[in-house]
């Protein structure tokens, strides 16, 4: 199973100095060790994922410090943009990276976001699935016919060249069974979390998606891909690493919280977050982070967390995208992702208990 960092800082407003000194350092970090990728999201008008608005511009600055890992877009809010747009501005990272661009398609959640595109909201989810096609065939070199500003027709296609030949993509899914289906008719891997879902649930969700990728007329053997979202922070000590991660993971899933219980879904809006309590707010917050800790992430020590990332490894999870900046300081941050080798090595050599290797 592949390890990967993925970043969704909780609140852009608390950095001092650099606010993206912690995404270029542990970019170095994975690079100079075994994982595999580097993520970022695309998030808009609010201090939760704020750091975050354009993933191509900050896989470009990760780019520029890094030569092995893969650098992805976790997620490309589809709907929000012209198709030709995307291929062009991830071409220019696969440029800048030497061909280690990828990206994940999501449809989006947050109504706010749509007044950068208020006419895609309530089309978005077929909007990300004829995106993914389009994006696709213009990375290939086709062209793409389109009415210019004089009302002429003209056949585009997207400058610089991509370096590779098909770019790796990937559907978001935010927990619907169609969503992991309609990934597989495609043939894209899926990006995933525990933030709606349960272990058992994705479980079922990763073998339909599985399923209708097996469907494809054009199906090859590939099994897929699927990764999977988890806070992450290690330290040698159980009870300590529990304490230092309270208060901002606490804080994360309460910011999370107001975020999704005041998106509409399809069109029906979900619960008010300002009608709950304070009791009741704090109840969800605490019985959230009891779950994450224990077994809905990769917190902890190096033992425990090496038996949840196998767990992870059952439910059918090819990757471990691990999110790192969820509010604790940068220099404990990055002494964790020692630790997070250490695991990353027991699963490569299918060590979960004892020695670090």
Known sequence: MD??????????????????QLLLDGARFADQNGF????????????????????????AAVAAVTERIQIRAGSVVSPLHHPLRIAEEWSVVDNFSGGRAGVSFASGWNAADFV????NYEDRHRLVREHVEQVRALWRGETMSLTDGVGTQRDVAIYPQPVQRQLPVWVTSAGSVETFR?????????????????????????TAYREALAERPDHDGWNGHVALMVHTFLGDDEAEVKEQVRKPLSDYLASSLRMLLGARYDGARMVDPKKLS?????????????????SGGLLGTVDKAARNAAEFAALGVDEVACLIDFGLPHKAVLAGLELLEDVRKRIATGTTRGERP
């Open 3 to 20: 390890f990967s960092l993925f970043y969704f800082a909780n609140d852009s407003r608390e950095f001092e100095g650099n606010r993206y």
């Open 36 to 59: 595999s990728a580097v993520w970022t999201p695309e998030r808009h008008f609010h201090p939760f994922g704020g750091l975050y608005p354009n993933p191509a511009v900050t896989g």
């Open 116 to 119: 950068l595109a208020p006419d």
């Open 182 to 206: 309609a990934a597989g008719r495609l043939g894209t891997g899926v990006l995933t979390h525990l933030l709606g879902q349960e272990p058992e649930e994705l479980a079922v969700k990763i």
């Open 278 to 294: 304070p009791a009741d707010t704090e109840f969800i917050i605490g019985r959230a982070f009891d779950r994450y800790f224990e």
